[in-house]
């Protein structure tokens, strides 16, 4: 296997699968510490976005991305290039909700894409424990919902680009899980996974809390966590907002926002952020 960017990547390290690996590429932000030492056995392929000549230059016998953007003519080749070559591709089912049933969740698909890994890899058992590990985590996010004071409402800065945020709208792992703990995703009516907003819509949504993304690794002008929190404690509206002046916020690594084996950390920051707030009995 030749993953396309590092949630792909890290997923097989934890189903145990670096020695299956013919390489990687498209790193955001440092690997999990918990993966470090497998992930120095496999060939950095691009640290960047991978090219068609370096895939078919690793010769996989398969390719995996969570995103089927990453499958250009322009990048590695389209889907339907690849398969002419003989070279199967991966989409993670996150990314392809229609095909894998309705009414699925973010953390459904995020388990399917294990379990079909577990049998390409015959390696079912580690998918299963995989499984059976981040599922202990959503029930104790539902031990949180049940336990809440109130329901908070929370916005997700994923990042800042040109002076503008992304925030977490409609659909996409952030919303699953403020609805796993019982909160409010405050964009949750914008049906956008990742919206353009200004600061000003963010103010007036007021959000009880919000979850700050971290990537800082990335190197982009306001990716950091400590930029985002500088621009809003000097923003005249936004540093107005209780949340900002109570400092209720909630750091994560960015990637944890995005669907990927580290998710649940993320939900896991969140449980304890809540209890910290004094939002739960």
Same mark, same amino acid.
């Given at each position: 296997?030749?993953?396309?960017?590092?949630?792909?990547?890290?997923?097989?390290?934890?189903?145990?699968?670096?020695?299956?690996?013919?390489?990687?590429?498209?790193?955001?932000? &440092?690997? %999990?510490?918990?993966?470090?030492?497998?992930?120095?056995?496999?060939?950095?392929?691009?640290?960047?976005?991978?090219?068609?000549?370096?895939?078919?230059?690793?010769?996989?016998?398969?390719?995996?991305?969570?995103?089927?953007?990453?499958?250009?003519?322009?990048?590695?080749?389209? *889907? +339907?290039?690849?398969? @002419?070559?003989?070279?199967?591709?991966? #989409?993670?089912?996150?990314?392809?909700?229609?095909?894998? /049933?309705?009414?699925?969740?973010?953390?459904?698909?995020?388990?399917?894409?294990?379990?079909?890994? /577990?049998?390409?890899?015959?390696? +079912?058992? *580690?998918?299963?424990?995989?499984?059976? +590990?981040?599922?202990?985590?959503? =029930?104790?996010? /539902? /031990?949180?919902?049940?336990?809440?004071?109130?329901?908070?409402?929370?916005? $997700?800065?994923?990042?800042?680009?040109?002076?503008?945020?992304?925030? %977490?709208?409609?659909?996409?792992?952030?919303?699953?899980?403020?609805?796993? #703990?019982?909160? &409010?995703?405050?964009?949750? !009516?914008? !049906?956008?996974? $990742?919206?353009?907003?200004?600061?000003?819509?963010?103010?007036?949504?007021?959000?009880?809390?919000?979850?700050?993304?971290?990537?800082? =690794?990335?190197?982009?002008?306001?990716?950091?966590?400590? =930029?985002?929190?500088?621009?809003?404690?000097?923003?005249?509206?936004?540093? @107005?907002?209780?949340?900002?002046? =109570?400092?209720?916020?909630?750091?994560?690594?960015?990637? @944890?926002?995005?669907?990927?084996?580290?998710?649940?950390?993320?939900?896991? #920051?969140?449980?304890?952020?809540?209890?910290?707030?004094?939002?739960? &009995?």
């Amino acid at each position: 296997m030749v993953t396309l960017d590092q949630s792909s990547t890290e997923t097989l390290l934890a189903l145990g699968l670096a020695a299956r690996m013919a390489g990687t590429s498209n790193l955001k932000t &440092r690997v %999990a510490p918990r993966f470090q030492a497998d992930y120095e056995t496999i060939p950095v392929l691009n640290p960047k976005k991978l090219t068609g000549e370096q895939l078919r230059a690793a010769t996989p016998d398969l390719v995996m991305s969570s995103f089927a953007a990453l499958y250009t003519r322009e990048q590695v080749g389209t *889907r +339907e290039e690849l398969a @002419e070559l003989g070279l199967p591709s991966f #989409v993670s089912a996150v990314d392809c909700p229609a095909a894998n /049933g309705a009414g699925a969740t973010p953390f459904d698909l995020l388990f399917t894409d294990y379990e079909k890994l /577990g049998r390409v890899f015959g390696v +079912e058992d *580690r998918a299963a424990a995989l499984v059976a +590990e981040q599922r202990a985590v959503l =029930e104790q996010a /539902g /031990g949180t919902r049940r336990s809440l004071r109130e329901q908070p409402s929370v916005v $997700w800065l994923y990042s800042v680009f040109n002076g503008l945020p992304y925030v %977490a709208g409609k659909g996409g792992m952030p919303s699953a899980m403020s609805q796993l #703990v019982g909160a &409010r995703n405050a964009f949750d !009516d914008v !049906d956008q996974q $990742w919206p353009e907003v200004s600061w000003e819509q963010i103010a007036q949504r007021d959000p009880d809390i919000i979850v700050v993304g971290d990537l800082s =690794e990335r190197g982009a002008p306001g990716d950091s966590a400590q =930029e985002k929190l500088a621009m809003m404690r000097r923003d005249p509206v936004v540093s @107005e907002l209780s949340a900002v002046r =109570e400092n209720r916020i909630i750091q994560v690594p960015g990637i @944890e926002m995005d669907p990927s084996v580290r998710t649940v950390d993320a939900l896991r #920051v969140l449980i304890d952020g809540l209890r910290t707030l004094g939002y739960v &009995r």
